[in-house]
C-alpha cells in the first residue's frame, strides 16, 4: 500500500437482520482512495452507498471487512480510540433541515464542536475560530446568532459544512450534500467543496445518485448495484468507456440540458430487486440483455481490465497485453 | 399592444394572473403578472426554481388556491374555451378530473394507503364517467395495464409498489378521464436516474396516444429537453422568458435563463468551472423595486432597479422581459447562441 493512499476498504460487509432474512445492504466492497482526491460513489436507492460511508466512519457497524484509515484499522479500534480518530473524519448529511439542532444558532452549533477538540483555551479564541469557520463556508457574519429556521437550505448547508470543518478533518464523507438545494445554490455548494478540497488538502467520499455532479467532482467513480461494486475507474474513463452493462444504462438515462448531441437511451426494463438473502448470481441479470448462462451460475468478480478500470461482470473481458 | 387572439390551438391561457398570500405579519406576493398559453398537443415545460410559484401556478389552474389567504388579486385563466374563475365549486368539480387533472410530485405520500389501486382509479371513473362498478373496475386495470402494471395487481395496496410503480399509478389516476391537459408537478424528482427515464418516456408515448396538452413543471432542464416542446422560465411569480426549445437552449436571452445553465454540471467539459448566480430567490413578501432579479444580474444597470422591465418579442415564439433589449434584438449574453458545427449534413 503505498504512503499516498489514504483509505483502503476491503471486503466490506454490512447485512442487516430482517424478518424475512438477510438484507445485504453492503455485499464485499473493496476500494482505496488517494490522499487529496475524491471519489464518488453512485447508485440508485437502495444499492448500499450510504450504508457504505456509514460504514467506513462506523457510524454502523460492518458485519465484516477492514477499513484502514491513514494506517490504523477503523474496524478495531475500542470506542475511545475510534473517537479521538474520527476527529479525522467527518460526515456531511444529505438534509440540511434536518441535520442541524434547531435550538441552536450559528455560533453555538460550530463552538460545540471546537469544545470536544480541546484545542482552544477560552471562549474568546473559540469566538475567533467559529468567525473563521463562518468566512470559510461564505456564512456572513451578521448570521452568527441566527438559528437553523432563519436561514434557506444553501446556508444551512454551508453550517452543516462548517461544523464538519471545524474539528480540522482529513477525510469527509458527503452524503448527498446538494440533492436538497436548487441549481443555482447547488452550483455555488459544488464550487465550494471544490475550493476547501484544495485549500485544505481534503479527501472526500462523495455519495450522489446525480451522474452529472459527480462527473463534476469526482476524481474516481464506483458504481453500486445491490450491494455490490460493480464497476470502479477514473471518471474521464467511466464517462467515456463505460463497460458494465448497468453503467451504460445508467449513463444514458441521465437527461442531458442540450438539443445537440444526443445520445439513443438505453431503457433497462423493471427494477432494481430485492437486497435480501440475494442468490449467489449476478445481481443485475433479470435487467440486462446481454444475459447469458454464465451470469446465472455464478457471481461475476471484480477484474481489472485495464489500468484502474475494475468491471464486475462475466461479458467484459480484460484487455490483452 | 398586440390583441390576444384566442385561437383555435391555445388549450389553456393564463392572462396577467396575480396571486397574493394575506397574512396578519405580511402580504406573500406569489404570483405577479403571470402570462402563459399552452397550445394543444403540445408540452409546455414551466421551469423555475424552488419559490417561484410554478405551484401555486398549477393549482391556480385547477382553482384550487387555497381561501381566504390566498386571493386571485387580478387576472384570467381561459381553459378549453372556460374561464376558470367565474366556475362555482361544483363546476369545478366537473372540469378538474375531465378536462384537466394533475400529478403530484411525491408518489408516497398521494395515494390513499388504505385503498387498493384499483378501487383508487376505479373511484374517479366512477364520479367523472358515470361507470357502474363493475366496469369502473374493468376500467381501471386497463388504465394500469396501459401504464405498464399488470392488472392483477390492481388488488393492491400502494405500499405494495416501487416508488416508480407509484408514479405510474399516479399517471394512470391523472388519465383515466383522458383529460386535455395534465399538469405533471414535478412528477419523476423523487425517482431514480433509470426509473425516470422509463416513466418519462411512458409520459411522452400517453401524451401523443392521447391527443393532449401537458404542462410540465419541472427545475431540471435536462427533462425539459427530453419530453418538452416549448419552455416558460419563471422567476418570483412571473415569466422571464419563454419560447420553444431551440430558442431556449440555444438562442437563450435572459440572464436568468443563462445563469441556470450556467450551474449546471456540463458533463462533455467537466474541468469548466461552475458559474452559479449569486445569492438567493427574492423574499416574496418584500419584492425587489423594479426588475426582480436584478440584485442578483451582472448585467444590471440602474434603469433595472427603478422600473420593471417590458416583455421584448424577438420572433413569434420567443420572448424575454429584460432591459438589456430595450433598443435591440441582437443578444447581449456572454454566452454565445449555438452555432452548428462544420460537417453537419441537412
Not at chain 1, 466512519?57 to 477499513?67: I, K, Q, Y
Not at chain 2, 433595472?304 to 422581459?321: G, I, L, N, V
Request: charged residues 25%.
Amino acid at each position: 500500500m503505498s504512503d499516498n493512499v489514504i483509505l483502503e476498504v476491503n471486503n466490506l460487509k454490512k447485512y442487516f437482520k430482517t424478518r424475512s432474512g438477510m438484507l445485504h445492504a453492503v455485499d464485499d466492497v473493496s476500494f482505496t482512495i488517494e490522499r487529496g482526491k475524491t471519489l464518488g460513489i453512485v447508485g440508485e436507492s437502495g444499492c448500499g452507498k450510504t450504508t457504505t460511508g456509514r460504514s467506513i466512519l462506523r457510524l454502523v457497524e460492518p458485519t465484516s471487512g477492514t477499513v484502514i484509515f491513514d494506517g490504523t484499522d477503523i474496524t478495531k479500534l475500542s470506542k475511545r480510540e475510534l473517537r479521538k480518530k474520527r476527529q479525522e473524519m467527518q460526515l456531511i448529511f444529505q438534509d440540511p433541515f434536518s441535520s442541524l439542532n434547531p435550538k441552536r444558532t450559528v455560533c453555538q452549533t460550530i463552538e460545540e464542536v471546537l469544545k470536544l477538540t480541546g484545542e482552544y483555551k477560552n471562549s474568546d479564541e473559540r469566538f475567533h475560530r467559529v468567525l473563521e469557520i463562518m468566512e470559510m463556508v461564505g456564512l456572513d457574519e451578521r448570521l452568527i446568532n441566527a438559528y437553523p429556521h432563519e436561514m434557506d437550505g444553501g446556508r444551512r448547508q454551508r453550517l452543516g459544512i462548517g461544523r464538519a470543518l471545524a474539528m480540522k478533518p482529513k477525510f469527509i464523507v458527503c452524503d448527498e450534500p446538494v440533492s436538497a438545494l436548487d441549481v443555482s445554490i447547488q452550483a455555488q455548494i459544488l464550487n465550494m467543496l471544490r475550493s476547501l478540497q484544495n485549500e485544505l488538502g481534503l479527501t472526500y467520499i462523495f455519495i450522489t445518485h446525480d451522474l452529472s455532479v459527480v462527473n463534476y467532482i469526482s476524481d474516481d467513480i464506483a458504481v453500486m448495484y445491490l450491494g455490490r461494486l460493480i464497476e470502479k475507474a477514473s471518471t474521464e474513463e467511466l464517462f467515456r468507456n463505460p463497460l458494465h452493462p448497468y453503467t451504460k444504462a445508467l449513463l444514458s438515462a441521465l437527461p442531458v440540458p442540450s438539443l445537440h448531441n444526443r445520445q439513443k437511451r438505453i431503457l433497462i426494463k423493471g427494477e432494481i430487486s430485492s437486497p435480501i438473502d440475494p442468490k449467489p448470481v449476478c445481481r443485475f441479470a433479470a435487467r440486462c440483455d446481454h444475459c447469458t448462462e454464465a451470469c446465472l451460475k455464478g457471481e461475476p468478480p471484480l477484474v481489472e481490465v485495464s489500468p484502474n478500470h475494475f468491471v464486475s461482470c462475466f461479458m467484459v473481458q480484460p484487455e490483452q497485453g | 399592444m398586440e390583441e390576444i387572439t384566442n385561437t383555435n390551438n391555445a388549450l389553456l391561457e393564463i392572462e396577467d394572473l396575480h396571486i397574493h398570500f394575506v397574512s396578519k405579519v405580511e402580504t406573500v406576493k406569489a404570483i405577479n403578472g403571470l402570462n402563459l398559453v399552452v397550445h394543444k398537443g403540445k408540452t409546455l415545460g414551466l421551469v423555475g426554481e424552488t419559490g417561484a410559484g410554478k405551484t401555486t401556478t398549477a393549482l391556480a389552474i385547477l382553482n384550487m388556491i387555497a381561501k381566504p389567504q390566498g386571493r386571485i388579486v387580478a387576472g384570467r385563466i381561459t381553459l378549453d374555451g372556460e374561464d376558470i374563475f367565474s366556475k362555482t365549486e361544483d363546476q369545478m368539480e366537473g372540469i378538474r378530473g375531465n378536462t384537466v387533472s394533475m400529478i403530484f410530485q411525491d408518489p408516497m405520500t398521494s395515494l390513499n394507503p388504505v385503498m387498493t389501486v384499483g378501487d383508487q382509479i376505479a373511484e374517479v371513473l366512477q364520479i367523472h364517467k358515470k361507470l357502474s362498478k363493475a366496469a369502473a373496475a374493468k376500467e381501471a386495470q386497463k388504465m394500469l395495464e396501459t401504464v405498464g402494471i399488470p392488472g392483477a395487481r390492481s388488488v393492491e395496496y400502494p405500499h405494495q409498489f416501487s416508488g416508480g410503480m407509484k408514479q405510474r399509478v399516479l399517471i394512470a389516476l391523472g388519465l383515466a378521464c383522458t383529460p386535455k391537459l395534465l399538469i405533471a408537478d414535478e412528477p419523476t424528482t423523487a425517482l431514480d436516474v433509470t426509473i425516470q427515464a422509463q416513466v418519462l418516456e411512458l409520459m411522452k408515448d400517453l401524451k401523443d396516444q392521447m391527443n393532449m396538452s401537458m404542462l410540465m413543471i419541472t427545475h431540471d432542464l435536462g427533462i425539459v429537453a427530453e419530453v418538452c416542446d416549448e419552455v416558460a422560465v419563471m422567476y418570483a411569480g412571473a415569466i422571464v422568458e419563454s419560447g420553444t426549445l431551440e430558442d431556449i437552449f440555444d438562442r437563450k436571452r435572459h440572464p436568468y435563463t443563462e445563469g441556470l445553465f450556467n450551474s449546471l454540471p456540463d458533463v462533455n467539459n467537466r474541468t469548466q468551472s461552475l458559474k452559479p448566480i449569486g445569492g438567493q430567490m427574492p423574499n416574496p413578501a418584500d419584492l425587489p423595486q423594479g426588475c426582480s432579479f436584478h440584485p442578483r444580474c451582472e448585467y444590471a444597470m440602474p434603469k433595472c432597479s427603478q422600473e420593471e422591465p417590458p416583455m421584448h418579442r424577438f420572433s413569434e415564439t420567443h420572448c424575454a422581459k429584460c432591459w438589456l433589449y430595450e433598443n435591440t434584438d441582437q443578444c447581449m449574453l456572454a454566452s454565445q447562441d449555438y452555432v452548428p458545427s462544420q460537417g453537419v449534413s441537412e
